[in-house]
């Protein structure tokens, strides 16, 4: 029979083929999160009809609280299984509790907490809601530990496909709940604990490692300094991903929020196409070449290169189609949502390079610079979202996309800083993509005028055709002109020549 400490991966044996690996995963990864975003696209689909925008705007008052007590659900322990080099039984074992426990506590926490959100939204409907979605945070702590396992050990299928299966079962029943007993809100609640349950269910089936009833609580210390580290900066960035919601729901109320939420939902899905997968396989593979700094550079940059290609492709593509896009997949009660959509995708030029920021400080253990530049850049975020707010939902999506593009460059300096890496190459990778993508986004937005669009499906097909062709035409004529050299080339003398070209070097 197999010992429990023979479940926990031997990362060494990884590094051999670390390549072919990485390679292979953030293939699965992207199949995996395509099927995904099909799924959830259907599911939000017949539930923006079977809902009103109030129902999804009060179930985000409530989330505003319990994803805020969330954050220290994980104590950045997860990453810290991953990120270590070894680690053994025990050791999780230890962490595993400590979720468990944080978790616990955490939901009594959200339950004693919920009136207050009430007040401060002016709804009593908040308070059963949060406690509801409160409640479901022991059962995912339960399964942060496995989760953590299974990525260490670059399991991809087991890792891409939990959530889909998950959060696919969670819709179907929502679905359900909300057309055959018109429950209204608290179908979204019933999905949200759906997915939770079944997701934990099948971490505990695709990982075999169990926890153990003798923790090793010294071996968990360096890793709780690591975690409480990430978790300073997943409180701070909570304010940049979460407060936009607060903001609206105090000022403008459930239905405004909905509009706004259901539009970011929507912006959220293609970018986790990118992001999302992309992270879960090249933070562990980083995390190995820790040591190795010319191949963590080789590695960072390929993965990079792609990401941004694929980044400006997909923003094209959304700035191009917005409103034709909100009401194929919500209906024509959501046409409000368009415009806040159409200002939302413009933070997906910059949000490539910030997001890409996190799996240098990780994958190298600085998450203490990581917490530092939160701090900065939260304050900046929550600045904007305060600049927007009289001017409702759009005037906060607009106002967070300028934040966003301004933030890019500068985020890209500090995290090169103390990185293999340099800010030229990084600088290099996202700007001529970016240029090409903006280009085609407005272009085919122009183009669009020109003629009447009729059917809604028929315009997204159109204006995503013309929005990639755009931008292939860009890419190529920045590959003809030697800005973006082929093979794609990252040096000084490639910047030079943009600046040359735009006149602002001699």
Same mark, same amino acid.
């Given at each position: 029979?197999?010992?429990?400490?023979?479940?926990?991966?031997?990362?060494?044996?990884?590094?051999?083929?670390?390549?072919?690996?990485?390679?292979?995963?953030?293939?699965?990864?992207?199949?995996?999160?395509?099927?995904?975003?099909?799924?959830?696209?259907?599911?939000?689909?017949?539930?923006?009809?079977?809902?009103?925008?109030?129902?999804?705007?009060?179930?985000?008052?409530?989330?505003?609280?319990?994803?805020?007590?969330?954050?220290?659900?994980?104590?950045?322990?997860?990453?810290?299984?991953? #990120?270590?080099?070894?680690?053994?039984?025990?050791?999780?074992?230890?962490?595993?509790?400590?979720?468990?426990?944080?978790?616990?506590?955490?939901?009594a926490v959200c339950t004693a907490a919920a009136p207050l959100a009430a007040w401060l939204f002016g709804d009593q409907r908040v308070v059963w809601v949060t406690v509801a979605?409160?409640?479901?945070?022991?059962? @995912?702590?339960?399964?942060? #530990?496995?989760?953590?396992?299974?990525?260490?050990?670059?399991?991809?299928?087991?890792?891409?496909?939990?959530?889909?299966?998950?959060?696919?079962?969670?819709?179907?029943?929502?679905?359900? &709940?909300?057309?055959?007993?018109?429950?209204?809100?608290?179908?979204?609640?019933? #999905?949200?604990?759906?997915?939770?349950?079944?997701?934990?269910?099948?971490?505990?089936?695709?990982?075999?490692?169990?926890?153990?009833?003798?923790?090793?609580?010294?071996?968990?210390?360096?890793?709780?300094?690591?975690?409480?580290?990430?978790?300073?900066?997943?409180?701070?960035?909570?304010?940049?991903?979460?407060?936009?919601?607060?903001?609206?729901?105090?000022?403008?109320?459930?239905?405004?929020?909905?509009?706004?939420?259901?539009?970011?939902?929507?912006?959220?899905?293609?970018?986790?196409?990118?992001?999302?997968?992309?992270?879960?396989?090249?933070?562990?593979?980083?995390?190995?070449?820790?040591?190795?700094?010319?191949?963590?550079?080789?590695?960072?940059?390929?993965?990079?290169?792609?990401?941004?290609?694929?980044?400006?492709?997909?923003?094209?593509?959304?700035?191009?189609?917005?409103?034709?896009?909100?009401?194929?997949?919500?209906?024509?009660?959501?046409?409000?949502?368009?415009?806040?959509?159409?200002?939302? @995708?413009?933070?997906?030029?910059?949000?490539?390079?910030?997001?890409?920021?996190?799996?240098?400080?990780?994958?190298?253990?600085?998450?203490?610079?990581?917490?530092?530049?939160?701090?900065?850049?939260?304050?900046?975020?929550?600045?904007?979202?305060?600049?927007?707010?009289?001017?409702?939902?759009?005037?906060?999506?607009?106002?967070?996309?300028?934040?966003?593009?301004?933030?890019?460059?500068?985020?890209?300096?500090?995290?090169?800083?103390?990185?293999?890496?340099?800010?030229?190459?990084?600088?290099?990778?996202?700007?001529?993509?970016?240029?090409?993508?903006?280009?085609?986004?407005?272009?085919?937005?122009?183009?669009?005028?020109?003629?009447?669009?009729?059917?809604?499906? &028929?315009?997204?097909?159109?204006?995503? @055709?013309?929005?990639?062709?755009?931008?292939?035409?860009?890419?190529?004529? &920045?590959?003809?002109?030697?800005?973006?050299?082929?093979?794609?080339?990252?040096?000084?003398?490639?910047?030079?020549?943009?600046?040359?070209?735009?006149?602002?070097?001699?």
């Amino acid at each position: 029979m197999a010992r429990q400490s023979d479940h926990i991966p031997d990362v060494a044996q990884l590094t051999t083929d670390l390549g072919r690996r990485t390679a292979r995963g953030g293939v699965t990864a992207i199949t995996a999160q395509f099927t995904r975003i099909l799924a959830q696209l259907a599911i939000a689909a017949v539930m923006a009809r079977l809902l009103a925008p109030g129902d999804f705007g009060l179930v985000a008052m409530a989330m505003t609280l319990t994803s805020f007590v969330g954050i220290f659900t994980d104590l950045g322990l997860s990453a810290a299984t991953v #990120q270590r080099k070894e680690i053994d039984h025990t050791t999780v074992s230890a962490l595993f509790w400590v979720n468990v426990a944080t978790g616990c506590l955490l939901a009594a926490v959200c339950t004693a907490a919920a009136p207050l959100a009430a007040w401060l939204f002016g709804d009593q409907r908040v308070v059963w809601v949060t406690v509801a979605l409160g409640l479901s945070i022991p059962v @995912s702590a339960a399964g942060a #530990q496995h989760a953590a396992l299974l990525q260490r050990g670059m399991r991809w299928m087991e890792m891409q496909w939990t959530p889909i299966i998950a959060q696919s079962a969670g819709g179907l029943i929502a679905i359900a &709940l909300a057309w055959a007993t018109h429950a209204g809100y608290w179908a979204l609640v019933g #999905q949200a604990w759906a997915s939770t349950l079944i997701s934990t269910a099948l971490l505990w089936t695709f990982c075999r490692w169990r926890p153990g009833s003798r923790p090793h609580w010294r071996g968990a210390g360096s890793a709780l300094g690591l975690g409480l580290q990430l978790t300073g900066f997943n409180f701070v960035n909570y304010f940049h991903r979460q407060f936009d919601n607060v903001l609206i729901g105090w000022r403008w109320g459930a239905v405004d929020l909905g509009y706004y939420t259901r539009a970011y939902t929507l912006l959220t899905l293609p970018l986790t196409l990118v992001s999302g997968p992309i992270a879960s396989a090249v933070v562990p593979a980083l995390s190995r070449l820790q040591d190795d700094p010319e191949r963590w550079r080789s590695a960072f940059l390929r993965i990079f290169i792609g990401v941004n290609l694929l980044s400006a492709a997909l923003s094209a593509v959304l700035i191009a189609s917005a409103e034709p896009l909100v009401r194929v997949v919500y209906g024509a009660q959501w046409i409000d949502a368009g415009p806040v959509f159409l200002l939302l @995708s413009i933070s997906m030029f910059a949000a490539t390079a910030f997001n890409a920021a996190g799996w240098v400080y990780i994958s190298l253990g600085q998450t203490q610079r990581l917490l530092r530049w939160g701090i900065y850049v939260t304050f900046f975020f929550v600045a904007s979202f305060f600049v927007g707010l009289p001017y409702g939902p759009k005037g906060v999506a607009l106002c967070y996309s300028l934040a966003m593009c301004l933030v890019a460059v500068p985020s890209l300096a500090f995290v090169t800083r103390r990185a293999p890496v340099g800010f030229f190459e990084c600088f290099w990778a996202w700007l001529p993509p970016t240029i090409a993508g903006g280009t085609a986004a407005w272009g085919a937005r122009y183009l669009a005028g020109l003629w009447v669009q009729g059917n809604p499906m &028929l315009a997204v097909v159109e204006l995503s @055709s013309i929005a990639l062709g755009l931008y292939s035409a860009a890419v190529c004529i &920045l590959i003809a002109l030697r800005i973006m050299p082929f093979p794609y080339a990252f040096n000084r003398a490639a910047l030079r020549k943009l600046l040359v070209l735009a006149r602002w070097a001699k």
